[in-house]
Every structure is written in structure tokens, then in C-alpha cells.
């Protein structure tokens, strides 16, 4: 079978694009799964130029079906894989050269946090924080630095789930000349696509909902079919010019490739998103719900943070740009670090762990795990408290999930 993605919705894409055998020639056996090309080098036919496998940090053939399968699923030009959202993350940020600026979402993971302050830094490149759901500050920002050359964005934000107008901020970055790339982990192509809202280019951690299975690190990075000329000539640290270019250059020379079972297991999960996705945006709506009427009681609840509410900051635009969905992570805060102790030990269902995005439900205080690099102040300034609770709502029977946290809330209200 030869795909035409133009053809096909979503479910069939992610369950074929990459495993056609017909885009495996090495593959003499036709099989329906992808196999793990477990190698290091391969036989070369001659001494030619450009043999089409020399290395398998250059190249490997599993790695090459999850690429284009991602590729295909998010509507770029290119996917590449890397060992660790991180490395990703660090791959396109390697574009920009000392004395350039990025403009930064305030409201990150706490990695991307740490590596933008405690590592971009020391190389020279300039840093500017702001809150990205705020179109203005976005352009002060981008006006006010004379060689913005980035504006990267997570939208849902980790953990305060800042909602970002993508258009409007691809906008004011292209005017600049600046690349717009976008932190897409918690929606996933399924629910939202960043370069059709005109994103240069897109990142994930596979690790999360894309692999789905909580048994996989790893991270890729997917570049638009096409990017402005002019933003790609004003930055000389592209390798040849070109987006996809630097990125394959950077994982021949920096070599932090996702390793071939890794790339089978993520090619695996990809296969079943459009179902896990459905459920996972399912129990989450319904768990969000819930939430919203304890607190309407007058429960320990003090705020609540989830885009499909009503009264969310950005809500009008979460349902514009990633048609009507919403996601399955949720954050709220019990008002004291005690309570939120409580709550998270009593939790059964549930399970305390850093991470999110797979089967199971996870829970977690960004406070003291996920974002405990960041800064206490800056932690302090944008709301992460120490008693705010992020939870990853997986596909458990929702009757499960509501219960669990019923109890847990009870357990943590008790004096």
C-alpha cells in the first residue's frame, strides 16, 4: 500500500505512515512492523559517495520510519529523533548564535527552564521571559530586543496551562525575521498542529503521550514544509541554511540520536494515539468537571487550571486552535503544602511520579519535582506554589479516577 496522507485521516496516517514497505527498500521481508535494525554500521556497496547507510548515528532505518511518521502526523517537512525531548530541545535552540536573543513562554517545563538559564546563557544567547498568552508582551518583546531571532512557546503551558494565540504570535515573529517554534507535548498532532497556525517548527517529548506507554525516553523535533528565506539568512549559526539541514547535522555531529528500540517502541504507541487520545481528553474533561463543582462547593480547592473550563484565561482560543480539544493534564491547588501532602499520599489510582502523558494517571507538585530547578522566585512569581498539584489523567475507568481523587481530597481536607 502507498499512503497518500491528502486521503486519509488522522488514525490511518499514524497507524501506516512510516511502515509502508514500499518506503523500505533495505527491507526484503515486507514486514508489517517496522523491525529494529539493532546495528552500529553497515556494509557499503563500494567506495561511492553518499552510500544511502554509513553510520547509524548518521542513519538507521527504524529511526528514518518514525521520522517520516511523525513528520506526516504533525503536516512538516521533516522529523527528526532524538534521545530525550531535552536534546531536542537543545538541537534547535543551537541555531542561534551569542549575541541573539530568544523570547521565551515564563510558564515551561522545569528542564527547558534550566537549560535556557542555566546553560543557553553561558554561550551568549539572550533570554527574554514573558507571559506568550499575552499577544502584547509578546510584541514588546520581540520589538524591544534588536536580534530576536526565536520565540519559542509551550502552549498548554507546564503546569499553569497559559493558553498562546499560535497565529497571532507566528505573526509578530515572522515580522521580526525570528523562527517560531513550539512545544507541542501536551496536545499532540492529534488534537493540535502548530505549523498549520504557522510555527517554523514543532518539538515533542516522545516520552510523553506520543509513545503513551510510560517505557520510552526520547524526543523529535519536526520542521515546516516552508520557512521565510529571509528569517533562515539571518542566522548565520544554520548549518547551510536550512532548518532540516542543521538538524541532521546536528545529530551527526552532536550524536544524540534515539536509539533503534526506542524508536520502535514510539512507533509502536503512534500507532494507537487517535484512540488514546479520544479516552485521555475524555477522563480528563470529566475529571476537570468534577474539580470545577467541588470547588463551586466550597471544597479545599483554591484554584483550577484546566483549558476546556469556561472561565479559563484562553479558553476561546484553545477550543479555536486545536478544534474543540482540550487535553488530559490538569493543575489545582489545595492551598497549603500539608494539604497537597495529603492528597498525594492518600491517592491510589493514582500513582506519585515526575512525568506524564502514558496509560496510567500520574500525579505530581511541580514545586519539588518537576520544576524544582526553577528559581524559587520565579517559581513564586508566576503561581507555581508549593501546594499546586499537576495531574496526568490516564485511561483508567473514569468512575476509578473520581473516586480516587474524591478520597484523596477528603484525606486532605481532614484537620
Not at 133 to 145: L, N, P, T
Not at 297 to 323: K, N
Request: glycine share 8%; aromatic share 6%; with cysteine.
Amino acid at each position: 500500500m502507498k499512503l497518500d496522507p491528502r486521503r486519509c485521516g488522522f488514525a490511518t496516517r499514524a497507524i501506516h505512515l512510516g511502515h509502508d514497505p514500499a518506503d523500505r527498500p533495505e527491507d526484503a521481508t515486507r514486514a508489517i512492523t517496522v523491525p529494529i535494525y539493532q546495528t552500529s554500521t553497515y556494509e557499503q556497496p563500494g567506495l561511492v559517495d553518499d552510500p544511502p547507510y554509513e553510520y547509524a548515528r548518521v542513519q538507521n532505518p527504524t529511526r528514518a520510519a518514525l521520522e517520516r511518521n511523525v513528520a506526516g502526523l504533525e503536516g512538516g517537512r521533516s522529523g527528526h529523533a532524538f534521545a530525550s525531548g531535552m536534546a531536542a530541545i537543545q538541537a534547535l535552540l543551537s541555531v542561534l548564535s551569542p549575541g541573539e536573543e530568544v523570547v521565551v513562554s515564563r510558564d515551561v517545563y522545569g528542564g527547558t527552564n534550566r537549560y535556557f538559564n542555566q546553560v543557553l546563557r553561558r554561550f551568549g544567547v539572550g533570554i527574554r521571559w514573558v507571559d506568550t498568552s499575552r499577544v502584547e508582551e509578546v510584541e514588546a518583546a520581540v520589538a524591544a530586543g534588536e536580534r530576536v531571532r526565536m520565540v519559542y512557546v509551550e502552549t498548554p503551558s507546564n503546569p499553569l496551562m497559559e493558553i498562546t494565540d499560535l497565529a497571532a504570535v507566528a505573526e509578530i515573529a515572522h515580522r521580526a525575521r525570528a523562527l517560531l517554534v513550539v512545544d507541542n507535548t501536551f496536545m499532540t498532532p492529534y488534537f493540535q498542529r502548530p505549523l498549520e497556525l504557522g510555527a517554523d517548527a514543532v518539538v515533542h517529548s516522545t516520552t510523553k503521550f506520543l509513545n503513551g506507554h510510560s517505557d520510552s525516553l526520547g524526543g523529535v523535533a519536526i520542521t515546516a514544509g516552508s520557512i521565510d528565506p529571509a528569517i533562515l539568512a539571518a542566522l548565520p549559526g544554520l548549518y547551510d541554511g536550512d532548518l532540516a539541514a542543521h538538524l541532521a547535522f546536528m545529530q551527526k555531529s552532536a550524536g544524540g540520536v534515539l536509539a533503534p528500540f526506542e524508536c520502535f517502541l514510539v512507533l509502536r504507541g503512534l500507532r494507537t494515539l487517535a484512540v488514546r487520545m479520544e479516552q485521555h481528553e475524555d477522563n480528563g474533561q470529566r475529571l476537570a468537571a468534577y474539580l470545577a463543582r467541588r470547588m463551586e462547593e466550597g471544597s479545599s480547592i483554591d484554584r483550577l487550571l484546566y483549558p476546556g473550563l469556561d472561565g479559563h484565561p484562553g479558553h476561546a482560543i484553545q477550543r479555536r486552535q486545536a478544534g474543540g480539544a482540550f487535553g488530559a493534564m490538569i493543575s489545582f491547588d489545595l492551598g497549603s503544602r500539608e494539604a497537597a501532602r495529603r492528597f498525594l499520599e492518600a491517592l491510589e489510582v493514582f500513582t506519585l511520579a515526575e512525568s506524564l502523558g502514558g496509560v496510567e494517571s500520574l500525579a505530581c507538585l511541580p514545586a519539588s519535582m518537576t520544576h524544582a530547578s526553577v528559581p524559587a522566585a520565579m517559581r513564586r512569581e508566576l503561581g507555581i506554589s508549593d501546594s499546586l498539584i499537576r495531574l496526568s489523567v490516564g485511561l483508567e475507568c473514569y468512575e476509578d479516577l473520581e473516586a480516587d481523587v474524591e478520597q484523596a481530597l477528603e484525606r486532605a481536607s481532614a484537620a
